[in-house]
């Protein structure tokens, strides 16, 4: 595995999916030069298991793939990291799963900044929410945070159709839900906030299941209702993906765990005025939504 790293300017030369009306002309140059209010560093679906590979995931490939990526965040000075879900692997004992979720989250904490972890599937098959939550020090699973001029919220979707929680093996991965409550819980927090919004979520919520959350259609109606969101960031569907919808981008990053050689991790910049700069490297595309994209783009599979 590499550990070059390919530097911003070559993002926008190599590759990187430009999302921009027409006129974007000096615009887009200003934009791409400008100094960013806020950068945090993005990573999904380690799956970190001390277990030999499956297929093409390399559960152990993790622990060294987070580490380069702990480099870059460093070298970039970051502001905080965020991991987007399925840090670890199911487990078939709550101990064997603390175990694994303890290693990982030490490396995490060994880079400088704040740190968010979105609930996945895989985080609690056979832990229980406060279980993790009492090993990666948070009180919630579901919270919101401002940093940077910014609004950040984190959501969780690993929730039974009936309500139910996520954990002691009570679910099947494709029944993913924001239960009503949590839904009421997010439209009063973007009332709530005078400032740009970015979500964090582990399922996807811009297509259908088996990837996309069971009420993904009333989430975003919420979201988009508020004027405040610019973006969600999701994981879960290991290829990764962007899809623009009712004004919102939504982009889903690649995983971590697939493929022994490559890694995938970014870096987002907020950039004056709204505008979102993604630095893919690896098997993650680089964004950069300097202006309106066009109505509808897609990477990714079925939409909701």
Not at 162 to 184: F, H, L, M, Q, S
Not at 207 to 227: F, H, T
Request: charge should be positive.
């Amino acid at each position: 595995m590499s550990n070059r790293r390919i530097h911003r300017r070559a993002f926008l030369r190599r590759g990187s999916l430009v999302l921009a009306g027409a006129a974007i002309g000096a615009q887009s140059v200003s934009a791409a030069d400008s100094k960013p209010n806020l950068r945090l560093g993005l990573v999904a679906d380690l799956h970190y298991a001390d277990r030999e590979p499956a297929g093409t995931r390399h559960h152990r490939e993790t622990i060294p793939k987070f580490r380069e990526a702990a480099r870059c965040f460093q070298q970039e000075k970051v502001d905080a990291v965020i991991e987007l879900g399925d840090i670890i692997d199911a487990a078939d004992s709550v101990d064997a799963e603390r175990g694994y979720l303890k290693r990982v989250v030490q490396e995490f904490t060994a880079v400088p900044g704040k740190h968010h972890y979105v609930l996945g599937n895989h985080c609690v098959w056979s832990l229980t929410k406060a279980e993790f939550l009492e090993v990666i020090g948070h009180k919630e699973s579901y919270y919101s945070f401002d940093l940077g001029g910014h609004h950040f919220v984190v959501l969780d979707a690993c929730f039974r159709k009936d309500g139910e929680p996520y954990g002691r093996k009570n679910n099947e991965w494709t029944d993913a839900n924001i239960p009503a409550a949590e839904v009421e819980w997010l439209r009063a927090d973007l009332q709530r906030t005078d400032k740009k919004t970015v979500v964090f979520v582990h399922q996807c919520l811009d297509v259908v299941p088996p990837y996309g959350i069971q009420n993904a259609a009333e989430v975003r109606k919420a979201l988009e209702q508020s004027g405040k969101v610019l973006a969600v960031f999701q994981g879960h569907y290991h290829k990764g993906g962007y899809r623009r919808i009712g004004g919102i981008h939504y982009c889903t990053l690649a995983a971590m765990i697939e493929s022994k050689e490559t890694n995938a991790y970014s870096i987002m910049e907020v950039l004056p005025g709204g505008k979102i700069r993604i630095q893919g490297s690896g098997r993650q595309a680089g964004y950069d939504w300097i202006t309106s994209a066009p109505a509808e783009q897609s990477r990714h599979p079925r939409r909701t």
